[in-house]
């Protein structure tokens, strides 16, 4: 770390600490009810543009300056992309941070230090330190975590941090980073009015964060015109272009009765994903391909950090609400799949998994942003639906979904809370049937919050 870095550390922390003056949950009230939340409010909290980040990120002596960074786009498996990555390089002994979003129970779920939350004294302090100057400038909640979390990674001294973009990725304000690689996991349709109506112009936006000279990988992509794109972008750039799909990092793979993932790997032999759901093949192959990318450009990790990675990444990292199981006699599985390109998978999973279950119970809510009838069209037929809605002001009423379910010919029952939903579920669920808590984010965290899944092994 250069000597300066080291000076605005001994600068910064040592205020942070001495003028915090609000609690924790004061503080959480603050951030939810004076800057704009996208994942409560939606379109009316997003903001494109570098400006702030920008301000926000001199003011503090530009803290992600002080470690190299990953930059990890694309509609589906960013998180799961980004906490294999983070789980493989702390296992390969480097001090990782990891930075998502949303979170399911917990705020601090987003900014991770070799996979511990950030502590609540640092979220106050820095909220309290920061807020004279950060009020006028009138950031989202996004703007300001980001800022938050580079700064956290410095104050930690990490090694490497894992960046995930919020929404796009040519106006997000992470994309003030220039890291050591770029990934794109994949290309879908969501978030169309600020992304753009076709995949080639949604594509553009996430292509943003191609650096000039910068490695980029791309996950998967199926469209010749989507292709394209990148390959227009990072010739522009001169930075050089990999596509996971066409590098050969799997040479078999299939999904255990034990619900892991059996990898044969080109690199690394015989690997076994502890990540669920049929996505996740797809997810590994970009991880695998990012992972020979950082070795050739000389980022030390052994055979055997890769397979601990992918073997323990929930424990490693914490990660949470994909295909995940939480409750048995019934089965409960929770995924957090919320478009067209997410329920691609999901259906295919759900339908594979119909074979040994009795009956199946589909709990569904979506955000009122989506595109309800294409990700309706692409649920199971055969199946009891429970139509809800999430704890946000972004959620979709349970009684229009319900209408809208209907036109698809899946009726069901209305609930007004998820609670709601998985007591009705439960009550006419026997113990060997499935039920599946989906369509949304929110939904996912609701339920997790519910004492029934609330077990202390899920606590930290």
């Given at each position: 770390?250069?000597?300066?870095?080291?000076?605005?550390i001994?600068?910064?922390?040592?205020?942070?600490?001495?003028?915090?003056?609000?609690?924790y949950?004061e503080t959480l009230?603050?951030?939810y009810t004076?800057?704009?939340?996208?994942q409560?409010?939606?379109?009316?909290?997003?903001?494109?543009?570098?400006?702030?980040?920008?301000?926000?990120d001199?003011?503090?002596?530009?803290?992600?300056?002080?470690?190299?960074?990953?930059?990890?786009a694309g509609?589906n498996?960013k998180g799961s992309?980004?906490?294999l990555?983070?789980?493989?390089l702390?296992?390969a002994g480097?001090?990782?941070?990891?930075?998502?979003?949303?979170?399911?129970?917990?705020?601090r779920?987003r900014?991770?230090?070799?996979g511990?939350?950030v502590?609540?004294?640092?979220?106050?302090?820095?909220?309290?330190?920061?807020?004279?100057f950060?009020e006028?400038l009138h950031?989202?909640?996004?703007?300001?975590?980001?800022?938050m979390?580079?700064d956290y990674?410095?104050h930690e001294q990490v090694?490497?941090a894992i960046?995930?973009?919020g929404l796009?990725?040519?106006?997000?304000s992470?994309?003030?980073?220039?890291?050591?690689?770029?990934?794109?996991?994949?290309?879908?349709?969501?978030h169309?009015q600020f992304?753009g109506?076709?995949?080639?112009?949604?594509?553009?936006?996430?292509?943003?964060?191609i650096?000039?000279?910068?490695?980029v990988?791309i996950?998967?992509?199926?469209?010749?015109?989507?292709?394209?794109?990148f390959?227009?972008?990072?010739?522009r750039l001169s930075?050089?272009?990999?596509?996971a799909?066409e590098?050969?990092?799997?040479?078999?793979?299939?999904?255990?009765d034990t619900?892991?993932?059996y990898?044969?790997?080109t690199?690394f032999?015989?690997?076994?994903?502890?990540l669920?759901g049929?996505?996740?093949?797809?997810?590994a192959t970009t991880?695998?391909?990012a992972?020979r990318?950082?070795?050739?450009?000389g980022v030390?990790?052994?055979?055997e950090a890769v397979?601990?990675?992918f073997?323990?990444?929930?424990?490693?990292?914490?990660?949470r609400?994909r295909w995940e199981t939480i409750?048995?006699?019934?089965t409960?599985i929770?995924?957090?799949g919320?478009?067209?390109?997410?329920?691609d998978y999901?259906?295919?999973?759900?339908e594979?998994?119909?074979?040994?279950?009795?009956?199946?119970?589909i709990?569904i809510?979506?955000a009122?942003?989506?595109?309800?009838?294409e990700v309706?069209d692409?649920?199971?037929?055969e199946?009891m639906?429970?139509?809800?809605?999430a704890?946000?002001?972004?959620?979709?009423?349970?009684?229009?979904?319900?209408?809208?379910?209907?036109?698809?010919?899946?009726?069901g029952?209305?609930?007004?809370?998820v609670?709601e939903a998985?007591?009705?579920?439960?009550?006419?669920?026997?113990s060997?049937d499935?039920?599946?808590i989906g369509?949304?984010?929110?939904?996912?965290a609701?339920a997790?919050?519910?004492?029934?899944?609330?077990?202390?092994?899920k606590?930290?």
């Open positions: 770390m250069r000597r300066k870095d080291i000076n605005l001994d600068y910064f922390y040592p205020r942070l600490i001495l003028i915090s003056c609000m609690t949950d009230h603050y951030l004076s800057v704009p939340v996208f409560h409010s939606g379109a009316s909290a997003y903001k494109p543009g570098l400006q702030t980040s920008q301000a926000l001199d003011h503090l002596g530009n803290p992600h300056t002080a470690y190299k960074t990953i930059h990890v509609t498996g992309v980004s906490h990555l983070a789980a493989i702390q296992q480097y001090k990782v941070g990891l930075y998502t979003s949303p979170h399911l129970v917990d705020f779920e900014i991770r230090v070799n511990q939350m502590p609540k004294e640092y979220v106050t302090n820095f909220v309290a330190s920061y807020k004279e950060f006028p950031p989202s909640f996004f703007e300001l975590t980001s800022t979390a580079f990674f410095r090694e490497y960046i995930e973009t796009g990725g040519r106006l997000d992470t994309n003030i980073i220039t890291p050591i690689l770029s990934i794109i996991t994949n290309i879908s349709a969501d169309k992304l109506e076709t995949l080639p112009e949604i594509a553009r936006e996430k292509a943003g964060i650096k000039p000279e910068i490695p990988l996950g998967e992509t199926y469209y010749p015109e989507v292709k394209k794109v390959e227009e972008v990072a010739a930075a050089p272009l990999a596509f799909q590098m050969d990092v799997i040479r078999e793979s299939y999904l255990m619900g892991e993932w990898f044969s790997s690199d032999g015989q690997l076994f994903g502890q669920s049929v996505v996740q093949c797809r997810n991880v695998l391909a992972i990318i950082l070795i050739q450009t030390s990790i052994e055979r397979r601990e990675g073997e323990h990444v929930v424990e490693i990292t914490g990660l609400g409750h048995r006699s019934p409960v929770c995924d957090t919320h478009n067209e390109g997410a329920w999901l259906s295919l999973h759900l594979k998994l119909m074979k040994l279950y009795d009956n199946l119970h709990i809510g979506m009122n942003d989506k595109e309800v009838d309706l692409r649920m199971p037929q199946a639906y429970y139509y809800t809605q704890s946000v002001p972004r959620a979709m009423p349970a009684a229009g979904l319900s209408i809208h379910g209907a036109m698809s010919g899946k009726t029952f209305v609930c007004d809370t609670e998985v007591r009705t579920a439960f009550g006419r669920a026997g060997n499935l039920i599946f369509g949304s984010t929110f939904v996912v609701d997790l919050t519910l004492p029934v899944f609330n077990t202390p092994e606590q930290q």
